[in-house]
């Protein structure tokens, strides 16, 4: 755990390549201008970096959640926005692989895993955020399908998604009365509002979702009914492995940069990586990312054994991003007005990792789950 393999070096230096050759040349121009490049996406699909944990049966790597952190962090040193694009794609994977019928597993693992369907997962609405069990849209049985109405909010590849997973009510208040359900992403009502224009993660698209009337066979359903909430907590769980291993990745990049520079830039006649001041910061720096490596490691190592990694998950997220947002802001320091700028890619370094405190549950909430685990374990 310690140690990468032999096979795991050579994984994080081919996925360094191929970032470095087919992510780098877009990523400044698409931050500027918010986009997104499904070519890029289905390019990521073909090297096999969209399925890394999915079973070979269906189409995936069929390695572990420790391969797939590697992967996301090599992803995240060069575009977090697009190691985001793997890790919200792979909820959708997570989540049939998990709790899907063998049907919903065939139909979309191999497409998802091979990056020729986009995934998404529609959770949050515009009043419930943290709250998710009090989320609004409804699903209504009505015979052979359900008929889905609301609106879904801050949904990562919203408009250009293929499958949503989609969680909605079907029964009374509260996380009990949720479902999720497969929801194609061409389904009739179901309609795009606002893009989001953000401060960071700018070439990962976030749109609203607008349900009127959407009919969905009840087929789609995932689980039973009443059960969607914890499917999608279950997800989350993962999902906060892949969010806190892209921070690693953000945090390893932004060091790299502004060390490299605190070695070229002079100033009273040399450079200033020799003045205490620079030396001692990148070292907090470092110190703070392996910390935060280790973690992520052992939340990956701990799913990959089977064993409980819900809390562990919630700390790597909290003290990965927390780090990559006090890292990034270092490295700009370290570059002093230059990093202010778009010169240097620190300033967008800075910019991404503050959103990586707020998805996939913010930091709060994650104390909020290591807390609950923590006073479960002192109950008497
Ligand atoms: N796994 C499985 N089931 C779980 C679970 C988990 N980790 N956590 C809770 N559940 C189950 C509980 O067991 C309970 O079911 P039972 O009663 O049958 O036992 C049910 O879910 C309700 O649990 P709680 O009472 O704990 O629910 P709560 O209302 O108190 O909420 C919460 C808990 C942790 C605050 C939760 O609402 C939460 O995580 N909120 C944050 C939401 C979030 O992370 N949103 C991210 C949006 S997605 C995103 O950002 C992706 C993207 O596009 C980038």
Not at 10 to 33: I, K, M, N, Q, S
């Amino acid at each position: 755990m310690f140690q990468l393999t032999e096979d795991q070096v050579d994984l994080a230096e081919a996925v360094a390549g191929f970032c470095r050759e087919t992510l780098a040349p877009t990523v400044e121009a698409d931050d500027e201008h918010q986009v997104f490049r499904p070519e890029l996406f289905r390019a990521m699909g073909e090297q096999g970096f969209l399925g890394v944990p999915t079973p070979e049966e269906h189409g995936g790597l069929g390695l572990g959640y420790f391969e797939y952190c590697v992967v996301l962090e090599e992803i995240a040193k060069v575009s977090a926005s697009y190691a985001v694009t793997v890790a919200v794609n792979g909820l959708p994977q997570v989540i049939l692989g998990q709790f899907g019928t063998e049907e919903q597993k065939a139909e979309w693992l191999p497409k998802l895993a091979a990056g020729e369907a986009l995934g998404a997962f529609a959770l949050s609405e515009p009043e419930s955020g943290s709250d998710a069990g009090a989320m609004k849209t409804t699903a209504e049985r009505r015979g052979d399908t359900y008929v889905l109405n609301g609106t879904k909010f801050w949904i990562t590849h919203g408009g250009v998604a293929d499958i949503y997973i989609c969680m909605a009510r079907t029964g009374g208040p509260g996380p009990k009365g949720v479902s999720a359900f497969i929801l194609p992403g061409d389904a009739t009502g179901l309609s795009f509002g606002k893009k989001e224009n953000k401060m960071g993660l700018r070439a990962s698209p976030t749109v609203e979702l607008v349900l009127d009337d959407v009919v969905i066979p009840a087929a789609n359903r995932i689980g039973e009914e009443g059960f969607g909430f914890n499917v999608a907590m279950a997800a989350l769980d993962s999902g906060r492995i892949t969010i806190a291993a892209s921070g690693v990745g953000l945090s390893q990049a932004a060091l790299d940069y502004a060390g490299v520079y605190a070695t070229e830039r002079k100033q009273f006649k040399k450079p200033i990586i020799d003045f205490q001041g620079v030396s001692f910061m990148l070292a907090d720096m470092a110190c703070k990312i392996e910390s935060s490596r280790l973690l992520v490691h052992k939340a990956a190592w701990l799913r990959d054994q089977g064993l409980p990694y819900a809390n562990i998950a919630a700390m790597a997220k909290c003290v990965a991003t927390d780090t990559a947002m006090s890292v990034t802001t270092d490295a700009v320091q370290v570059l002093g007005g230059y990093g202010y700028t778009k010169e240097h890619p620190v300033e967008r370094y800075m910019r991404d990792a503050k959103v990586m405190q707020i998805v996939e549950g913010t930091n709060q909430i994650q104390r909020l789950v290591i807390g609950r685990h923590l006073k479960r374990g002192w109950m008497r």
